[in-house]
C-alpha cells in the first residue's frame, strides 16, 4: 500500500473522527443530559454555539475535499504512477488538512484565522493540482 493510499485512509479517519469528536460529542452530550431531543438536530438551520456551528463547517470542508482527493488516488492507481513528490505532496495534503480543520474549530472568527484557514485550503488545492498534473503529464509520457 503505498503512500497516497495511506493518506487517503488517514484523510477518512480525519473526517470520522472531526465529526464524532466534535458534532457527536456536542449532540450526544446534549441529548443524553436532557438538553436537547434527538429530533431537533436540523440540517437546515444554525444550532448550537458558536464553535459547535464551526464544528459543523470543519467536517463539512473535509467532506467536500475527501472525494476530490480519492480521485486522484484512483487515478494514480489506474496508472500506476509511485513518485516520491506524489507521496511528499500526499503528506502535504493530509498535514494542511488537519491544521485546517484544527485551525475551524479551535480559532474564533477573525481576518487572521480566516486568513491561515484559506491558507491552509489553497495548499491542499495547490497539492492536489500538482498531483493531476503528474498523472496527466505521466499519461501522456506512455
Same mark, same amino acid.
Given at each position: 500500500?503505498?503512500?497516497? +493510499?495511506?493518506?487517503?485512509?488517514?484523510?477518512? &479517519? *480525519?473526517?470520522? =473522527?472531526?465529526?464524532?469528536?466534535?458534532?457527536?460529542?456536542? @449532540? *450526544?452530550? @446534549?441529548?443524553?443530559?436532557?438538553?436537547?431531543?434527538?429530533?431537533?438536530?436540523?440540517?437546515?438551520?444554525?444550532?448550537?454555539?458558536?464553535?459547535?456551528?464551526?464544528?459543523? @463547517?470543519?467536517?463539512?470542508?473535509?467532506?467536500?475535499? =475527501?472525494?476530490?482527493?480519492?480521485?486522484?488516488?484512483?487515478? =494514480?492507481?489506474?496508472?500506476?504512477?509511485?513518485?516520491?513528490?506524489?507521496?511528499?505532496?500526499?503528506? &502535504?495534503?493530509? &498535514?494542511?488538512?488537519?491544521?485546517?480543520?484544527?485551525?475551524?474549530?479551535?480559532?474564533?472568527?477573525?481576518?487572521?484565522?480566516?486568513?491561515?484557514?484559506?491558507?491552509?485550503?489553497?495548499?491542499?488545492?495547490?497539492?492536489? +493540482? &500538482?498531483?493531476?498534473?503528474?498523472?496527466?503529464?505521466?499519461?501522456?509520457?506512455?
Amino acid at each position: 500500500m503505498g503512500v497516497p +493510499v495511506l493518506v487517503l485512509l488517514g484523510f477518512a &479517519a *480525519w473526517t470520522l =473522527l472531526t465529526l464524532f469528536g466534535t458534532i457527536g460529542v456536542y @449532540r *450526544w452530550s @446534549r441529548i443524553l443530559t436532557g438538553r436537547a431531543s434527538i429530533a431537533e438536530w436540523r440540517a437546515d438551520l444554525p444550532q448550537g454555539s458558536d464553535w459547535y456551528q464551526r464544528a459543523m @463547517r470543519a467536517h463539512m470542508n473535509c467532506v467536500e475535499n =475527501l472525494p476530490v482527493y480519492t480521485a486522484l488516488v484512483v487515478a =494514480l492507481m489506474a496508472t500506476g504512477l509511485k513518485s516520491s513528490t506524489v507521496d511528499w505532496l500526499a503528506i &502535504a495534503i493530509l &498535514a494542511a488538512r488537519v491544521s485546517q480543520t484544527l485551525a475551524h474549530i479551535l480559532l474564533p472568527p477573525t481576518n487572521a484565522a480566516a486568513s491561515l484557514r484559506f491558507a491552509l485550503f489553497l495548499a491542499q488545492a495547490a497539492c492536489m +493540482v &500538482a498531483i493531476g498534473i503528474i498523472i496527466v503529464s505521466n499519461g501522456s509520457n506512455t
